[in-house]
């Protein structure tokens, strides 16, 4: 040892650190590719533009994503945290027959395969012709039947319980699949620990949708403004609560007239910016890359711009129909069908429940677009000013978007048609079949009460008051009307 | 290489330790543990690892005994399936055989059960045959003929998983008794357990057979609450929900009791292109098949396709036996003409002839409509209001299930993705028809003839479970409830899901005159 030169010593100093080196890059090239490499999805995703708006990954796996093979085995180790017995078609979600995953429910590998959300999740339509039939499901619809809270609550209150943790996960995932062992390795200590933790972590924002004095916002409805407070602005919780329905997104160039505003009640000026905040909310975080995020908003943009709102799919009275376009003229063509359509409109004198006004203000708009512009991304955003009331919406595809009003508290067309008083107190909405006969979905039928979820007009944010429109017109009257409601 | 790590330098340090007596004494006292546990696990991993399935050579042997691959995670221990019988006595007074297995003389195991060596322990579980072999006999004294891919008109699978899960729940499930049972029936054959058998392996073995029971027994609870399928009947789709473990008892009750009889399997080739199960949810085999399998036992980690592949291959071209009693062949021609007019157009042109058109056997993954799976012809399906038979089967296979069916597989070139929830009854091809006895999807008509009556006419009691044939009137012997030492099970069409009816009128037949119903059902014993 001592005859060694200086040399020597150096040259297994950087021998070592040569092999480290290499034995380093191999683990970061390893590691890299294990949990961050981004495989494109499978071909048949982007087939289309129907199937890449229901099943093509916008980036909402990156962080809000679930890993594959978890998402995969909840539903059979905590099947009593769902609504009811049929994994999670207990939740309403759009699921085609044949597919691996309900509609708005992407796969793609980043590192791991994930399964993340698109917009399709909450925008696509279930209907059935009858009780003896299969779903169809219209593209950009408001998802009536999807559960979205019993959702949320599920991914927390699996992570929450003391059995989700790997050994049992790993059980179920072995009976399910094999995986290489290095993956096992992963999954066992990362990404099953990450994964229950990440999800706690999202109880705290959620608080509001735990509280015992607020109503469950059931099938069809989202409590939107107030996700975007806690989730976006993560502000703490107020005491506000304002559940309202999912709405179309289709046909979306009618929104290019001036002085339009979007969503119920006016609180973004444009398509571009709901479309943003809205895929925004679906990843769960700013974009890894704004450039390619908003390439997907533009494809969705123009996507939905042209698409057309869809057809009644039964028989219709032609000249009843046109009988009632007169009456739609007089009655209703004022808000529905002229510039005010789309438009601010004060409360006053429309007078529907105002739980929803209460739940954003000035002040969340001006934080929320400075949140957005932050990531460096521009648009013209949300309206910063107070809300006044609801804008009267355009009625294309009105048939399909039942139950009626901003909250969804009336089932059908025709019990819109009758005095507050005089409409259903009680129903069940998101059960999927079709009521020819009162224009809207069944909300009564013993298949609705199974299915559906129980809508009280009279907790909060249930109101079925106001717009009593129309509703002294003599009954044939109504009858024109109704059916000319169906050629919209 | 030596130079440049410095392992000179190590010689040295470890030599200087070595030094030391203490170092000595501390290195040996470490070392005779170690290598006697190198030892033990030498001589014990050739045993864990094991992973060898009794395998044979002639496929008919390979589909009564061969393995599916399900032994491995469903295997019950050799040891432990022959003693349950003995270690709960009440519960099964019969022993094994009044479950109505087939077995074969000089056999251990029934036809059906499979045997593989796995991580230390035999294990056996079923395979395909043992829903899809049974016996006929043509009288009473006979001796019983054994038909390959016939349904298992005498085996009662749900007795089979009443008595299992009652037996775990069973005080005497433990390892003292099994144990006790194991030993007692292997001195019969003058073997002896082994000590690591006897402390180790058959109590480990026990707990966790008893653990794996009670929560299945758990899940199935419900199910076994609804009408019992008796022998030759299974419910299909609800156990499937167990697999997702959806919650039985929070099901729409609509979707409960829903036996069906268990199809013959003869014949696949010119079944393809069809709608297959009895309400024609899919039209791949492969997809039923591996559907089917998960009744042995497999998951997908673990199914045994190379093994499955073989029997698939197999019953492409398998036929059922001939009609074992004389035809009258004028009868049957003019038979023939009444069945051209009458049948042909749903069930096909004879038993033999019933191929979907060529060019149909492949369907899309997804395709929205489904108008082309309806429609009077042989593969296709009959619209429920109009075939007017029992409806529970076909509720039982709800939209959430077929859903969620398009996720297993997941990972697997072969995920399903063919399952569609249809709203009737496929028209079956009826090759081996008077193997296939009782009729109609739920075996509510024990005979052809009581087929040609109107409901009101057919039997609203009957037994099932003979395998005595009845030539007068195509089928097996149904009137009586006991025969030649065996019992049978007493059918009661009052029961949920058993409903006789349907099926029935001008145009199926049921207003022919007696004359030409002989004629009909004489054409049909050549199928």
């Known amino acids: ?488 | 290489m030596n130079e440049i790590f410095g392992a000179t330098d190590e010689q040295g340090w470890l030599a200087r330790l070595f030094a030391h007596a203490w170092v000595r004494v501390l290195a040996l006292l470490l070392a005779i543990p170690t290598a006697l546990a190198v030892l033990v696990a030498i001589f014990l991993l050739p045993r864990f690892l094991a992973d060898r399935p009794v395998e044979y050579s002639a496929i008919e042997e390979h589909f009564k005994y061969g393995s599916t691959g399900g032994e491995r995670v469903s295997g019950f221990p050799y040891w432990i399936f022959q003693a349950m019988p003995g270690v709960c006595p009440k519960l099964l007074p019969g022993g094994w055989p009044s479950l109505g297995f087939v077995y074969e003389e000089g056999r251990d195991l029934p036809v059906g059960m499979s045997r593989r060596n796995y991580q230390g322990v035999d294990r056996v579980f079923f395979n395909c045959a043992v829903c899809h072999t049974s016996t006929v006999r043509e009288t009473s004294e006979g001796k019983a003929r054994i038909v390959l891919g016939m349904p298992a008109n005498t085996f009662n699978i749900f007795g089979f998983t009443r008595f299992v899960f009652d037996c775990a729940k069973d005080p005497h499930f433990s390892s003292e008794f099994v144990v006790a049972e194991i030993d007692r029936l292997m001195q019969q054959r003058g073997e002896k357990l082994g000590l690591l058998d006897r402390y180790v392996v058959y109590p480990v073995a026990v707990a966790l057979m008893r653990e794996r029971l009670l929560m299945l027994a758990g899940r199935f609870a419900p199910l076994l609450q609804d009408t019992e399928w008796g022998p030759g009947r299974n419910d299909t789709f609800n156990p499937n929900k167990i697999l997702f473990n959806f919650p039985i008892s929070a099901l729409p009750p609509g979707e409960r009791n829903a036996p069906v009889d268990f199809p013959s399997i003869w014949l696949q080739k010119p079944r393809q292109g069809m709608q297959l199960h009895w309400d024609g949810n899919n039209i791949m085999a492969e997809e039923r098949n591996k559907n089917a399998a998960f009744g042995t036992g497999t998951t997908p980690p673990t199914i045994d396709l190379v093994a499955i592949g073989r029997l698939e291959e197999w019953l492409l071209t398998l036929q059922p036996p001939a009609y074992v009693f004389p035809i009258d062949q004028s009868k049957a021609a003019r038979g023939q003409v009444i069945y051209a007019e009458y049948c042909a157009g749903c069930h096909g042109a004879n038993g033999r002839e019933f191929s979907a058109p060529p060019g149909t056997e492949q369907r899309e993954c997804v395709n929205g409509n489904d108008d082309d799976l309806y429609g009077p012809r042989v593969g296709k399906i009959t619209r429920l209001e109009y075939i007017g038979t029992d409806r529970r089967r076909l509720d039982s296979f709800s939209y959430d299930l077929a859903a969620n069916l398009g996720t297993v597989y997941a990972g697997y070139p072969y995920r399903y993705c063919h399952y569609r929830k249809t709203y009737g009854y496929a028209n079956m091809p009826l090759d081996g028809v008077w193997l296939r006895a009782p009729y109609l999807h739920n075996g509510s008509v024990p005979s052809l003839r009581a087929l040609l009556e109107p409901t009101k006419a057919r039997p609203s009691v009957f037994y099932r479970g003979n395998d005595v044939y009845d030539p007068k009137n195509v089928g097996f012997v149904s009137d009586l409830p006991e025969q030649g030492g065996r019992t049978f099970w007493r059918y009661d069409t009052t029961q949920l899901g058993n409903s006789n009816t349907g099926h029935e009128g001008k145009e199926f037949g049921t207003y022919l005159s007696p004359q030409d119903k002989d004629a009909l059902i004489e054409f049909m014993k050549t199928f």
């Open chain 1, 1 to 488: 040892m001592s005859g060694r030169t200086s040399g020597w010593r150096w040259r297994k100093i950087l021998s070592w650190l040569g092999l480290l080196l290499v034995a380093g890059a191999a683990l970061g090239y390893y590691g890299w590719t294990k949990f961050f490499r981004e495989e494109p999805q499978e071909a048949w995703v982007n087939a289309t533009p129907e199937s890449r708006f229901r099943y093509g990954s916008i980036g909402g796996e990156r962080d809000a994503g679930v890993p594959y093979w978890i998402f995969y085995v909840l539903p059979r180790m905590f099947p009593e945290k769902l609504p009811g017995p049929g994994g999670y078609a207990s939740l309403g979600v759009s699921w085609e027959q044949g597919k691996e995953l309900p509609i708005g429910f992407t796969k793609k590998t980043v590192g791991f395969p994930r399964v993340g959300n698109t917009c399709a999740a909450c925008h696509t339509t279930n209907y059935r012709v009858s009780a003896e039939s299969n779903p169809a499901f219209v593209t950009a619809g408001p998802g009536h039947t999807l559960n979205l809270v019993a959702f949320f609550r599920f991914l927390v209150d699996c992570a929450k319980d003391p059995r989700f943790n790997a050994d049992n996960l790993m059980r179920e995932i072995d009976l399910v699949t094999d995986l290489p062992w290095d993956e096992r390795l992963a999954y066992r200590f990362l990404i099953i620990p990450m994964t229950k933790k990440r999800l706690v972590e999202r109880e705290k924002q959620f608080a509001w949708i735990y509280r015992k004095d607020f109503t469950d916002w059931g099938r069809g409805r989202d409590d939107s403004m107030n996700l975007t407070k806690y989730f976006m602005l993560e502000l703490p919780m107020d005491d506000s609560f304002g559940p309202d329905d999912i709405p179309p997104i289709w046909n979306l160039k009618k929104y290019d007239a001036p002085g339009t505003t979007m969503n119920h009640a006016g609180d973004s000026w444009d398509a571009h910016s709901v479309i943003i905040d809205s895929a925004l909310g679906v990843l769960g975080a700013p974009p890894k890359d704004n450039d390619e995020f908003l390439g997907h908003v533009k494809w969705l943009q123009e996507y939905l711009t042209a698409l057309p709102p869809p057809r009644y799919p039964f028989e219709i009275d032609a000249s009843r129909a046109e009988a009632g376009k007169v009456v739609f003229d007089q009655q209703c063509a004022r808000c529905h069908a002229s510039d005010k359509t789309g438009r601010r409109m004060a409360l006053a004198g429309v007078d529907t429940d105002r739980a929803r006004l209460g739940t954003w203000n000035k002040s969340n708009a001006i934080a929320a677009n400075k949140v957005v512009s932050k990531m460096g991304i521009q648009r013209k955003g949300l309206v910063e000013e107070e809300l006044v009331g609801y804008n009267p919406p355009f009625l294309d595809g009105i048939w399909v978007r039942a139950p009626y009003l901003h909250n969804g508290s009336v089932p059908t067309l025709r019990d819109l048609l009758r005095p507050a008083d005089q409409r259903p107190k009680v129903f069940w909405r998101g059960y999927d079949v079709y009521d020819q006969a009162n224009v809207g979905f069944e909300a009564q039928s013993e298949g609705a009460r199974r299915v559906g979820t129980k809508h009280d007009t009279a907790l909060r944010g249930n109101g079925n008051v106001g717009h009593e429109f129309g509703t002294a017109l003599p009954q044939p009257d109504k009858d024109a009307l109704i059916e000319y409601l169906k050629t919209l």
